[in-house]
């Protein structure tokens, strides 16, 4: 059965940073897209960065040049390497990666459990 672990969110001080990391295990076939997104309060959930092999990483707006997003050699762990935090990167993240499960062959969206960043002094 495959499963999403998450890891990584905290505390921060503004200009701070953090990695949140996005592990995978289970019977994996392939993974053809590895995303983070987040949840500001009050807001509707937001795309932050996604990676799909063979491309480019692509980010929001607001996250360019501060945020980076990769992925392990074994390539089943997604990280996000966010620095210059500001108050308002605060959110629940989440990881999703659509992937090819080994059980059946088919191609699903799995989602980690989400995982809290608070920035503030």
């Known amino acids: 059965q495959v499963r999403l672990v998450e890891s990584g969110g905290g505390l921060v001080q503004p200009g701070g940073s953090l990695r949140l990391s996005c592990a995978a295990s289970?019977?994996?076939?392939?993974?053809?897209?590895m995303a983070w997104y987040r949840r500001i309060p009050g807001k509707e959930r937001e795309l932050v960065a996604s990676?799909?092999?063979?491309?480019?990483?692509r980010y929001t707006d607001s996250v360019k040049g501060r945020f980076a997003i990769s992925r392990d050699n074994a390539g089943n762990t997604v990280y996000l390497q966010m620095n210059s935090l500001r108050p308002e990167d605060t959110a629940v993240y989440y990881c999703?990666?659509?992937?090819?499960?080994?059980?059946?062959?088919?191609?699903?969206?799995?989602w980690g459990q989400g995982t809290q960043v608070t920035v503030s002094s």
């Open positions: 999703k990666l659509n992937l090819r499960r080994l059980v059946d062959g088919r191609t699903f969206d799995y």
């Open positions: 990676l799909t092999s063979g491309a480019s990483p």
């Open positions: 289970g019977g994996i076939i392939s993974i053809n897209n």
